[in-house]
């Protein structure tokens, strides 16, 4: 019992730790950027964007390896802030999110058909 209330404990430090990490990242990301949309420049309601989409889905990332993600993203030139208005109708343009990965598997029958010839 003892035992279990210690690993407890010690789950719930780790997970803390955890959070405080993504949340380092995330705010080193967004003072990077400058805080404000890239597209109207407010700085009410802003959020990470992917111009170019991405090909993972943050849902079945715990928080860190999401922040991790979201860095890499950055340094590949593939991460701004936009504010929410601005990302809606971004998302709208584009006809929804396309990830990459989706755009791969669409374009998959074409491509062996072409190395078939
Ligand atoms: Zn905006």
């Known amino acids: 019992m003892d035992a279990d209330v210690k690993a407890s404990a010690r789950r719930r ?3 803390l730790r955890a959070v405080e990490q993504a949340s380092l990242i995330r705010w080193w990301l967004f003072d990077t950027m400058g805080w404000c949309c890239a ?7 802003v ?3 992917h111009p170019h989409g991405r090909n993972w889905e943050p ?5 860190v390896t999401r ?5 890499r993203d950055w340094a590949d030139g593939n ?3 936009l504010c929410r208005t ?4 971004d998302g709208g343009r584009r006809g929804g999110f396309k990830r990459p990965k989706q755009v ?8 062996a058909m072409e190395d078939g010839r």
């Open 39 to 45: 597209n109207c420049g407010t700085i009410a309601n």
């Open 67 to 71: 922040a991790k993600r979201y860095l």
């Open 13 to 15: 430090r780790a997970r």
């Open 86 to 89: 601005c990302n809606a109708k």
């Open 104 to 111: 791969a598997r669409a374009l998959a029958p074409q491509v």
């Open 59 to 63: 849902r079945n990332c715990d928080c």
């Open 47 to 49: 959020e990470l964007d």
């Open 79 to 81: 991460l701004r802030i």
